[in-house]
């Protein structure tokens, strides 16, 4: 994680936070709408590889031998069927207070913050959606051209204490047919594992300032990105805008129409059972008609 730029804070239960820090946040203060800011180079760059170090961590975690071999533990089968491995992640962007919260009693070094919160309901929500990622609509305005081309946005919700409704995405990717392989590091003793850890980190954010490469250029030469994104449905991707551009319209007939062909493209979809769940569970009667309200 560290390697592209974030820093694991803390762990509460089987969550944990994790914090990228842009290098000019003042860009972040101005009053423009953040589709109108032209972020610098070195922003985009911190956006870009947070969305990628989420996508490395969710290949290794389905593909390292070592964490697949959970899924034949005697007891984790016998309690769960069909037991494996499985982690979500939210991604959002805004403001936070940082430093020493809590008591003379108890310290943590940490972070406060409505935007905190949003993450974890994000990360949370990625279960409901049926997808690996989420990533707020503030955040996506930041990322650069050739990565926000694999964003897919798959709804528009207003949060409980917010009355500005939120864009939401997700990145496509499948981890079911991914190979097995040993992780590189698993032999290496922490100083050695951390030393090269350390000079990879430093290449890549070298090569990046020095712009000898892009951050779509890692992606496109990482193997753990190729494996997720191998089974990509580019003609599903364009029926689902489709769809998606008629549900927000309000022509729920239209759009439930289309999510149900969509649904014979990709049978495991989980936005589309979503928007599906929406449109049959909130129609007005007769047919499937969006609220009037809506």
């Not at 730029?5 to 914090?19: I, M, S």
């Not at 070298?206 to 030469?221: C, D, F, G, I, P």
């Not at 489709?242 to 549900?247: C, E």
């Amino acid at each position: 994680m560290t390697k592209y730029g974030g820093q694991a804070n803390k762990n509460l239960g089987d969550a944990y936070l994790l914090v990228w820090k842009f290098p000019n946040p003042d860009e972040l203060k101005s009053k423009l709408p953040l589709e109108e800011i032209k972020f610098s180079p070195e922003n985009r760059n911190m956006a870009d590889m947070s969305i990628f170090a989420f996508l490395k961590v969710l290949a290794r975690v389905h593909k390292y031998q070592h964490i697949r071999r959970y899924r034949k533990h005697v007891g984790l089968t016998e309690a769960i069927e069909n037991y494996k491995v499985q982690m979500g992640f939210g991604l959002h962007q805004g403001w936070a207070i940082e430093g020493a919260i809590g008591s003379y009693f108890k310290i943590d070094a940490s972070y406060l913050s409505p935007n905190v919160n949003m993450s974890s309901r994000l990360e949370m929500a990625t279960m409901q959606y049926g997808v690996h990622i989420l990533v707020s609509g503030k955040l996506v305005p930041i990322l650069s051209k050739e990565v926000k081309k694999l964003m897919r946005e798959v709804d528009i919700v207003k949060v409980k204490g917010s009355e500005e409704p939120m864009k939401i995405f997700t990145v496509d990717v499948q981890v079911e047919e991914i190979a097995e392989v040993t992780d590189r590091f698993k032999k290496l003793m922490i100083k050695d594992k951390k030393r090269m850890l350390d000079r990879e980190k430093f290449v890549l954010w070298e090569s990046l300032k020095r712009r000898a490469m892009t951050t779509m250029s890692v992606y496109r030469n990482d193997n753990d990105f190729s494996d997720l994104r191998k089974k990509y449905n580019k003609q599903f991707g364009i029926h689902w805008k489709l769809a998606y551009d008629a549900y927000v319209a309000g022509d729920w007939s239209q759009a439930h129409r289309l999510l149900r062909d969509g649904q014979e493209m990709s049978p495991d979809d989980g936005p589309t059972k979503t928007l599906l769940r929406v449109i049959e569970n909130m129609s007005e009667r007769p047919g499937y008609n969006a609220p009037k309200d809506w």
